[in-house]
């Protein structure tokens, strides 16, 4: 039986099935609770222990992600499509332009669901991972910049380099930045965060995110524009990198987009491994 997900208890299962699915993205009841009260379009639906969907807002507009995990001994049973079904007609209600939904090129079954749906890819996102030894050292000093750990007030500056970052995103399509409130709930709630400042004045952000035990991974990397290319990037992830070993950390992930050669070009400098992308799909509702 497909139901909403909506008490504790069932966000527990719900959670339980897409960690099962995704674990390097791993979500917790509270964060489900939160996201539940502030985006009142939001559905999350849970079939038995083996199925999960999700519609929820995107970062771009006239878009609604959609996503259905089953449990590989679930699959082929019709779980996903009965899941997908009743996302689709809650979707539809909210009259979105887009649909959207991420696959991982790690499944191939996976993506020719989601074509057979209407689905096609239009971007793609560059997932890489970095093992700690635990012995990483903080970056040489660069400069007249000095890195230090974001502070309430440095939050606003922070902040505005982060929507001036979010304006120069290599994406198809328009996305827009979060909300100041939205991004210090998802984005610096720690464990911690770090700005590069050039005198007084902040020319990078960077924050760490939990991802399960003994996993971080790098939100997203922001660099004035008046200061790109200048090793400012590559000097708050190490920072980073040397926070994360000296503090019992053994594994960073991060994200970037498939067009954006720079960013990948510093992580695999850093000696981040590729792993399989995430494909972006989308179809109209």
Same mark, same amino acid.
């Given at each position: 039986m497909?139901?909403?997900?909506?008490?504790?208890?069932?966000?527990? #299962?719900?959670?339980? +099935?897409? @960690?099962?699915i995704t674990?390097?993205?791993?979500?917790?009841?509270?964060?489900?609770?939160?996201?539940?009260?502030?985006?009142?379009?939001?559905?999350?639906?849970?079939?038995?222990?083996?199925?999960?969907?999700?519609?929820?807002?995107?970062?771009?507009?006239?878009?609604?992600? +959609?996503?259905?995990? +089953?449990?590989?001994e679930?699959?082929?049973?019709?779980?996903?499509?009965?899941?997908?079904?009743?996302?689709?007609?809650?979707?539809?209600?909210?009259?979105?332009?887009w649909?959207? #939904?991420?696959?991982?090129g790690?499944?191939?079954?996976?993506?020719?669901?989601?074509?057979?749906?209407?689905?096609?890819?239009?971007?793609?996102?560059?997932?890489?991972?970095?093992?700690?030894?635990?012995?990483?050292?903080?970056?040489?000093?660069?400069?007249?910049?000095?890195?230090?750990?974001?502070?309430e007030?440095?939050?606003?500056?922070?902040?505005?380099?982060?929507?001036?970052a979010?304006?120069?995103?290599?994406?198809?399509?328009?996305?827009e930045?979060p909300?100041?409130?939205?991004?210090?709930?998802?984005? +610096?709630?720690?464990?911690?965060?770090f700005?590069?400042l050039?005198?007084r004045?902040?020319? $990078?952000?960077?924050?760490l995110?939990?991802? $399960?035990?003994?996993?971080?991974?790098?939100?997203?990397?922001?660099?004035?524009?008046?200061h790109?290319?200048?090793?400012?990037?590559?000097?708050?992830?190490?920072?980073?990198?040397?926070?994360?070993?000296? @503090?019992?950390?053994?594994?960073?992930?991060?994200?970037?987009?498939d067009? @954006?050669? $720079?960013?990948?070009a510093? @992580?695999?400098?850093?000696?981040?491994?590729?792993?399989?992308?995430?494909?972006?799909m989308?179809?109209?509702?």
């Open positions: 497909i139901r909403r997900a909506e008490t504790e208890s069932d966000l527990a #299962t719900w959670c339980e +099935v897409w @960690n099962a674990p390097r993205e791993p979500v917790k009841v509270e964060d489900q609770l939160r996201r539940l009260a502030r985006q009142p379009g939001r559905l999350q639906l849970r079939s038995g222990e083996v199925a999960a969907g999700l519609v929820a807002p995107s970062d771009s507009p006239g878009r609604l992600y +959609v996503a259905v995990r +089953v449990l590989p679930a699959r082929r049973r019709g779980l996903g499509s009965d899941v997908f079904a009743s996302l689709i007609d809650h979707a539809r209600r909210l009259d979105p332009e649909l959207s #939904t991420t696959v991982s790690a499944e191939p079954e996976s993506i020719a669901w989601a074509q057979r749906r209407g689905f096609e890819e239009y971007g793609r996102q560059v997932e890489l991972v970095l093992a700690l030894r635990g012995d990483e050292q903080e970056p040489a000093e660069l400069d007249t910049i000095q890195v230090v750990e974001l502070t007030e440095l939050r606003a500056a922070a902040y505005e380099l982060t929507c001036e979010w304006e120069d995103l290599p994406m198809e399509v328009k996305v930045p909300s100041y409130d939205v991004w210090l709930e998802e984005e +610096v709630r720690g464990p911690v965060a700005v590069a050039d005198g004045d902040v020319v $990078g952000f960077a924050a995110m939990e991802r $399960g035990a003994g996993r971080l991974e790098h939100g997203l990397t922001a660099t004035r524009r008046s790109r290319r200048r090793g400012v990037a590559t000097m708050l992830k190490r920072t980073e990198i040397a926070w994360a070993a000296a @503090n019992g950390y053994r594994e960073l992930i991060t994200f970037t987009q067009e @954006n050669e $720079g960013m990948q510093i @992580n695999l400098g850093l000696g981040f491994v590729p792993q399989p992308p995430w494909i972006s989308r179809r109209r509702p």
